[in-house]
């Protein structure tokens, strides 16, 4: 059996307010933007650091979704990571990275993306 993988990353500029939320706002957050787009999630960890900073992971059915917060540059990392199973996932990985950069920086602006398509 083949497994297809797409990984989608970006770094994203955010507002200052999602910049100092909490780590229980930002999986509520992911949460969200996951069962929009039709992944679903079946875990979540999340970390604040001292003195600045949050991470936090939602474990999907289909892999992961990451986010870490710079907060004193007002960044964001974002990792996704989708494998097809039964069908294919890449639109639903497509749709979740187009809602994080809504959410995250209220734009709609796709060229912060990178993508890599792993089969094995």
Not at 66 to 91: G, M
Request: proline share 2%.
């Amino acid at each position: 059996m083949t497994i297809h993988s797409h990984h989608l990353a970006a770094v994203l500029p955010i507002a200052r307010t999602i910049a100092t939320c909490s780590s229980t706002a930002l999986l509520l957050l992911l949460r969200d933007v996951v069962e929009q787009a039709g992944l679903e999630a079946v875990g979540d960890v999340a970390s604040t650091f001292e003195p600045q900073g949050v991470s936090a992971v939602l474990i999907l059915k289909e892999s992961h979704v990451a986010l870490h917060i710079w907060t004193e540059c007002n960044k964001v990392a974002v990792d996704i990571h989708v494998c097809d199973y039964h069908q294919n996932n890449l639109p639903k990985a497509e749709k979740l990275a187009e809602l994080l950069t809504l959410k995250l920086t209220g734009e709609c602006d796709r060229s912060y993306w990178h993508y890599l398509s792993v089969m094995g």
